[in-house]
């Protein structure tokens, strides 16, 4: 893993001290609400309907045990018990106090944490592959990029003030999960015919009221240009990025309004300026970083096999968990785990400050101290010997959380919604809470198959509904909540919108609609290898419109 | 006229209150001093900035509320969820809003 530096440590310590005396000046009155604000974003303090919020950054949502123990800690010392894990591959506290934030702060920068760039029209936590470093289809760790471009974008004078705020994420492999193209940068690093690392650039992705697929203006970018082509592209949006409607100011609008092709031109425009100078990425400066990311020495356990195999069918729960939580890594005697943040009946992302402790155990016994944060609201553990699973899995029981649902239809991602967003119009949380038991029996799951729910409780989209296979977006009509349906979402490197389905649903009654939905599916399948998505793009969405509103599907 | 009441958040620490008769932030919305008239929600308009500009509360927001029984009930369901909490079980001893008050 990254360690900070001698600079990392001085500069985090020091906006810390700067935070902590903006916070007491503030309490003290010596500071106006209007002045603090744009102060708090920054540390990335929140206001929301209850209390503040605090968001702390994960870097490409990659943590340690002593970093998910100190989460524990504040969980309990400064909150009440427990943190909300996010799509951004950050965690968020629902209830820190104000005059705790300098407190707060100064814990988590000794396990080389902060919250800075967490809010704000500035660049954002850099995300990646949430399985980097450990996938059996990885051309190369996205992780020593995205630091890269976390140690470049940390405050960068020209970046502070962007028209709106620009979120980066980084992908490994073909498989895009890391869902790149519904950013405002997206970089699938690849290696060409010669065999050099490079990147596909994307840009102009991006959710909330104007959804948009990102747009291909660099097929291969040499890794050496990685910050110079950035750059350009950041000075062009920072240059003609619309800053006077809020709702027009990302990215992907200026690569609308322009054309990609366009835009691809200013950007090499800017970038044959940058691209000899000292943005160019050093050989020695990326191999040492590179270096932080080394995978561990993984030892040699083929016993695990044979063990697996007499576990799996002593226990049908342990091999159902194994079938859908645990996928290949690139070392055969290892799995990657996904331990489901998503209970049935539980809230999406939410983990108490017990549940993270004992999750740190155990990655420091069975997974070399490596924990990952995923954006779909789970945690991974990378590195785990396919001899260890059982005992993981055991230690996951106790904590309840050996849910064994990673990518069917009760692994819901859902935004805190109305029950805590100031943003939000409705309720998220209850929602999926509802559809999770709905659906709980794990037969029925597995019967289902793959299947993306995602829910925002606002036009934002932070529930990402927009790539939901099914989507829900809570609106208010009336002073009631009501549920817009989108089918037809995918996240992945086949990145598509999904279409809005017809009129919305009441909250007693869309837990129905969705059962429609996915009982039509059942019926309309070739077999059970055909996923939703699929089958959904095979027959388009008529016969899901005829299900759910009969006659008057063809007025909706 | 419908009625309304004072709502902020406490600058230390977030909460939402309500301004009661006496002129406190109260954690609780059934404390709320009510505004059953114009001049009255004017000078609540007032006390609330200068509460803001005082450096006490935050997020200063007069509120629409109907008194049923003696009950004081939002119109709107994020007042109403403001005024309990969130309405799902989130974390063990901390209570969350009640069903009837928050159903239309």
Known sequence: MYRYDEFDHAFVAERVAQFSDQVQRRLAGELSEDAFKPLRLMNGVYLQLHAYMLRIAIPYGTLSSKQMRMLAHVARTYDRGYGHFTTRQNLQFNWPKLSDMPAVLSELATVEMHAMQTSGNCIRNVTADHFAGAAADEVADPRPYAEILRQWSSVHPEFSFLPRKFKIAVTGAERDRAAIQVHDIGLHLKKNDKGEIGFAVYVGGGQGRTPMVAKLIRDFLPEEDLLSYTTAIMRVYNLHGRRDNKYKARIKILVHETGAEELARQVEVEFAQLKDTELKLPEQDVEAITAYFAPPALPARAEGWENLARWKKADPAFARWVQQNVQPHKNPDYGMVTISLKPIGGIPGDASDSQMDSIADIAEEYAFDEIRVSHEQNLILPHVALADLEAVYRGLVAIDLAEANAGLITDIIACPGLDYCALANARSIPVAQEISRRFGNPERQAEIGELKIKISGCINACGHHHVGHIGLLGVEKKGAELYQITLGGSGDEHTSIGEIIGRGFEPEKVTDAIETIVDTYLKIRKDQSEIFLEAYRRVGPQPFKDALYGSAAEAA | ?104
């Open chain 2, 1 to 104: 006229m419908v009625d309304k009441v004072l709502t902020a958040n406490r600058l230390t620490d977030g909460i939402a209150v309500w301004l009661d008769a006496n002129g406190a932030w109260v954690t609780s919305l059934q404390d709320a001093l009510v505004a059953r008239h114009a001049e009255a929600v004017a000078a609540l308009e007032e006390i609330g900035k200068k509460a803001y500009s005082d450096n006490k509360v935050v997020d200063v927001n007069v509120i629409e509320v109907q008194e049923t029984n003696g009950v004081l009930w939002p119109l709107r369901l994020r007042e109403r969820i403001r005024a309990q909490g969130p309405t799902m079980e989130y974390a063990p001893g901390y209570a969350i809003a009640d069903p009837k008050f928050i159903d239309v």
